[in-house]
């Protein structure tokens, strides 16, 4: 593995053959494009467009300019008995990504990895195969190029089966990281003999407190749900205090505009019941609740209050992203300190859950567990570290 400036200076070169090679790698993407339905809520998530490869390639230029981790000195003193004590920062090793019709993340995964010092095992989906085959091609290219081993990226057949040897490869993969659907992320923890970290599958809510601005609702509300549907962090599920419901219809009657289908308890349904196209709107059961809909839908839970919300928000949420839309701040704080996920907002759309966003350069996903790393999966959550004692002979007694 090169050093961290002559890694800097590869992706840099890897931006600029990315869009040298702009043809091809749109080519590829509209084959794959042209085997699935434009209804597919995957469509978007697969479609390359060049203004996309232009975001792309300015997320790697970002990679290479941030700080180098590996290596860095976290912490250093020196102990009672002499030993000069150092915490360092090192590569995690071999990071296996496992993921579904997201050819960016092929492109994503590899920067951040090559820039903090990792080799990378990739397993796209069939959906996304020859878009991830042309990437990987212009990314094989430029280390080659470059004097170094194309097995520094190694991507694997997209046939399902090879993702049961990934995750049996514990003798040689150091860390699995499935992104995708809520199915891919349960047989994944199920059956991987390698530690993962869970990224992907958003189940998001936001809560409409009883004392709240009402066009900051209604704007954050349609953009929560109609910016990009079919990403992890478009709402799925508004909750709405019952003191709000007079101003409901108020709320969501742009998500018409769009065409969102909604699915309401009963409280809600008689608020909206001629207020919203009646062909959009239905009554919710209890699977239309902690689904993740990565479509033009979405559903509606009526509640007292926020103990309430905060309940319902606990018993669903896949631990993303959350909500809550209040002019109360003591309300603000309860939920930020009692809403059990990786990010949470106050006043403003989900939609901003992004590693970009957050000035962490692109991201590999976002994770929805405690250990290691939460929330925007990026660089520095790609090293881990190692304690070195430099001594003058001490032995203990």
Not at 48 to 62: A, G, M, P
Not at 343 to 371: C, H, M, P
Request: with cysteine; glycine share 6%.
């Amino acid at each position: 593995m090169p050093d961290a400036s002559k890694r800097a200076e590869i992706l840099l070169k890897l931006a600029k053959n990315l869009k040298l090679n702009e043809t091809a790698i749109l080519e590829a993407n509209k084959n794959d494009l042209d085997k699935m339905e434009k209804d597919n809520p995957l469509y978007d998530r697969l479609l390359i467009s060049r203004e996309r490869l232009e975001w792309i390639c300015n997320d790697v230029e970002k990679v290479a300019s941030m700080e180098d981790l590996d290596g860095q000195t976290l912490e250093e003193r020196t102990l009672p008995n002499g030993l000069h004590l150092k915490r360092v920062s090192v590569p995690l090793g071999v990071v296996g990504v496992i993921y579904e019709a997201r050819p960016n993340v092929t492109i994503d995964v590899f920067s951040l990895c090559f820039k903090a010092g990792n080799t990378v095992v990739l397993k796209g989906g069939s959906d996304a195969e020859e878009s991830n085959k042309a990437i990987v091609e212009v990314i094989k290219e430029t280390l080659k190029e470059n004097d170094l081993s194309e097995d520094l990226l190694y991507l694997m057949p997209s046939d399902r089966k090879y993702v049961e040897v990934m995750l049996k490869a514990d003798k040689y993969i150091d860390l699995i990281i499935p992104r995708g659907s809520q199915g891919l992320i349960k047989f994944v923890k199920e059956n991987s003999l390698v530690p993962i970290i869970e990224t992907g599958a958003g189940i998001v809510h936001t809560y409409i407190d009883d004392d709240f601005n009402l066009e900051w609702a209604r704007e954050i509300v349609f953009n929560a749900k109609t910016q990009r549907p079919g990403v992890c962090n478009a709402l799925d599920c508004l909750i709405v205090n019952e003191k709000a419901t007079p101003k409901l219809s108020k709320i969501i009657e742009r998500l018409a505009e769009k065409e969102v289908i909604i699915y309401t308890d009963a409280q809600s349904y008689e608020a909206l019941e001629g207020k919203y196209p009646q062909e959009l709107l239905k009554k919710a059961n209890e699977e239309q609740f902690g689904k993740e809909f990565l479509s033009l839908q979405m559903s509606i839970k009526t509640v007292s209050n926020i103990e309430e919300a905060i309940d319902h928000i606990n018993k669903y949420s896949s631990r993303h992203s959350e909500a809550i839309i209040s002019n109360n701040v003591n309300a603000q704080n309860r939920f930020i300190k009692e809403v059990d996920a990786g990010v949470i907002y106050t006043n403003a759309s989900t939609r901003f859950t992004d590693g970009a966003v957050f000035g962490l350069g692109a991201e590999i996903g976002i994770s929805t567990q405690k250990l290691h790393a939460r929330g925007p999966f990026a660089l520095q959550a790609l090293t881990t570290y190692k304690w070195i004692l430099e001594g003058q002979g001490q032995v203990r007694e």
